[in-house]
């Protein structure tokens, strides 16, 4: 008797896909006044830490509690719209790298910015200058631009971000920009100040450090005119020294001293100056006795070197100084652009010249 073939199985029915993941909903402010038992236009005032209406210390955290335990933050961009501008305030970013002093001064300025309800965005503008940038920038549509030298703006490039907004334009340079405040830092003076330091000292035959690096060759460019003119009609022209900031290229500038025959240096700041005094002596030069080297700067390591390193110190406004003049600018748009300084430069000698 033959066995009769199993009928086939069934196919299994497809299992039931998942539903897609429910994205988490947004707290609004609406959830985090319902949390913190106040109305909507408290939550908007503490949170945006407006100032004209009073609201107690307790309401406050309690707005602030609530807001964090439901991971609520303002929308940015929805405060722009009511207020008609944003709180960005731009700061062109250094391409390169840059000092304990010009650094210590940038936090200073976010940190005060910061306590002030501003948004501080450091815009890197690679390949960008002028013009080009100021265009580049407007599209951000920052309240407020802080430009301290690196890129030189025009009236027109300040034109152009006075339309897409900005309130406040603040430059620093040898001379102010029309339609900008201007915070007037002449980097001439710096290196007349040091050469004329180095001829009061009794040397003859100076160079001045040219860095290699793009960054601060901008500023150094105006330090070696200063220098020049302050030496022009005592001795022979200064020499421009190319240096880059590594050891290798202080050491290979210290081995051919000799043969330039110089009896003193400004080095244009007080990093270089002490990357280059090391490698002098490592080459046998006696400082300041063979070679006077003066930086910029008053950089407290230098203080602490030996042989102490002299330099030319100038008074820059402090970062707390500055988010003031940014916020007064912003509030009061109608005034006439301030002008501050010139900054002051004066050589420090101490016993490396």
Not at 314 to 325: K, Q, S, V, W
Request: charged share 20%; net charge positive.
């Amino acid at each position: 008797m033959s066995q009769s073939p199993k009928p086939p199985k069934p196919p299994k029915p497809p299992k039931p896909s998942l539903p897609a993941p429910t994205p988490p909903s947004v707290p609004t402010s609406a959830d985090v006044a319902r949390l913190a038992g106040v109305s909507r236009a408290t939550v908007s005032y503490v949170l945006n830490n407006a100032q004209a209406v009073r609201i107690s210390e307790p309401t406050r955290r309690r707005v602030r509690r609530a807001a964090e335990e439901l991971g609520y933050v303002p929308h940015a961009a929805a405060r722009s719209l009511r207020a008609g501008h944003t709180r960005i305030v731009l700061l062109p970013a250094s391409e390169g790298p840059v000092g304990p002093l010009h650094s210590g001064f940038l936090n200073e300025l976010q940190r005060a910015l910061s306590r002030l309800d501003y948004t501080v965005v450091q815009y890197g503008s690679l390949g960008l200058g002028g013009d080009e940038a100021a265009r580049a920038w407007a599209e951000l549509r920052p309240v407020a631009v802080v430009c301290l030298g690196r890129i030189t703006l025009s009236a027109h490039g300040v034109g152009t971000l006075r339309r897409a907004g900005a309130r406040a334009v603040i430059t620093m340079g040898p001379a102010p920009v029309p339609g900008a405040h201007a915070l007037i830092a002449d980097q001439a003076e710096v290196g007349a100040r040091a050469a004329a330091h180095l001829l009061e000292r009794g040397r003859r035959r100076i160079g001045v450090v040219v860095p290699a690096q793009e960054e601060p060759a901008l500023f150094a460019a105006a330090r070696l005119e200063g220098a020049r003119s302050a030496v022009r009609s005592a001795v022979p022209p200064v020499v421009p020294l190319t240096m880059a900031y590594t050891e290798e290229s202080a050491t290979g500038l210290a081995a051919r001293w000799r043969s330039l025959g110089l009896d003193g240096v400004f080095a244009y700041d007080d990093e270089y100056a002490m990357l280059l005094m090391r490698a002098l002596l490592d080459e046998g030069l006696r400082i300041p006795e063979d070679v006077a080297v003066i930086g910029a700067g008053d950089l407290l390591l230098g203080r602490l070197l030996r042989p102490r390193l002299s330099t030319v110190r100038f008074e820059m406004p402090t970062g707390d100084h500055l988010a003031e003049l940014v916020d007064r600018a912003v509030r009061e748009p109608a005034q006439t652009p301030d002008r501050h300084g010139p900054v002051a430069a004066t050589a420090v000698g101490r016993d490396s010249t």
